[in-house]
């Protein structure tokens, strides 16, 4: 699944997710110096994202912030950004009708959310991207991250996704200016 990924260099300013089609879900991640294998949503991409709906937003986001497992490295993750670590009861809202919705919530929360700690190491790494914060559009869609990859590939509920590896070297290019052109 690698690609060519040059892991130094400059910061990245723009990547683009390319797809052969908007079904489709397997695709590439390519920049100046980068070209790798990355998969997003099940449903492919749309202009029409809704909470739920399995896709990818179209358009441009930039990395807001991120988060890493501080149990599964040695040391930080290097990043162009601060990674803050992830701890056990970190949760992200769901729920259009909740005053949370689409923003970080610990857990146990009462409304609808996601576990940020997971075990299936996806969200080992996971950067935040800017679809619907600000301003936010109760249920047009959340939590839409750039994260790891399963070994499988296998679709991602909207998200975008690389091999760990890729990921890897990839993070020290990026910052808070990276654009991310989905479509």
């Given at each position: 699944m690698h690609g060519k990924l040059k892991p130094k260099g400059a910061a990245l300013t723009r990547l683009h997710v390319r797809v052969r089609s908007p079904r489709v879900t397997l695709g590439r991640?390519?920049?100046?110096?980068?070209?790798?294998?990355a998969v997003?949503?099940?449903?492919?991409?749309?202009?029409?994202k809704r909470e739920?709906?399995?896709?990818?937003?179209?358009g441009s986001f930039r990395i807001v912030g991120g988060f890493?497992?501080?149990?599964?490295?040695?040391?930080?993750?290097?990043?162009g950004f601060p990674l803050r670590p992830l701890r056990?009861?970190?949760?992200?809202?769901?729920?259009?009708?909740?005053?949370?919705?689409?923003?970080?919530?610990?857990?146990?929360?009462?409304?609808?959310?996601?576990?940020m700690?997971?075990?299936?190491?996806v969200y080992d790494v996971v950067l935040i991207l800017d679809f619907n914060l600000r301003p936010r559009v109760r249920g047009g869609g959340s939590a839409i991250f750039f994260h790891l990859a399963h070994a499988d590939f296998r679709p991602t509920a909207g998200c975008?996704?690389?091999?760990?590896?890729d990921m890897l070297k990839l993070l020290p290019r990026l910052s808070e200016r990276t654009v991310i052109v989905f479509g």
């Amino acid at each position: 699944m690698h690609g060519k990924l040059k892991p130094k260099g400059a910061a990245l300013t723009r990547l683009h997710v390319r797809v052969r089609s908007p079904r489709v879900t397997l695709g590439r991640l390519v920049g100046a110096g980068v070209d790798t294998a990355a998969v997003i949503g099940r449903s492919g991409l749309t202009a029409l994202k809704r909470e739920g709906d399995g896709a990818s937003p179209r358009g441009s986001f930039r990395i807001v912030g991120g988060f890493y497992r501080a149990d599964r490295f040695g040391v930080r993750p290097r990043a162009g950004f601060p990674l803050r670590p992830l701890r056990p009861d970190d949760g992200w809202c769901d729920e259009p009708a909740d005053r949370n919705y689409n923003r970080p919530v610990r857990r146990p929360y009462p409304r609808s959310h996601e576990a940020m700690w997971r075990e299936d190491r996806v969200y080992d790494v996971v950067l935040i991207l800017d679809f619907n914060l600000r301003p936010r559009v109760r249920g047009g869609g959340s939590a839409i991250f750039f994260h790891l990859a399963h070994a499988d590939f296998r679709p991602t509920a909207g998200c975008l996704a690389l091999d760990r590896a890729d990921m890897l070297k990839l993070l020290p290019r990026l910052s808070e200016r990276t654009v991310i052109v989905f479509g």
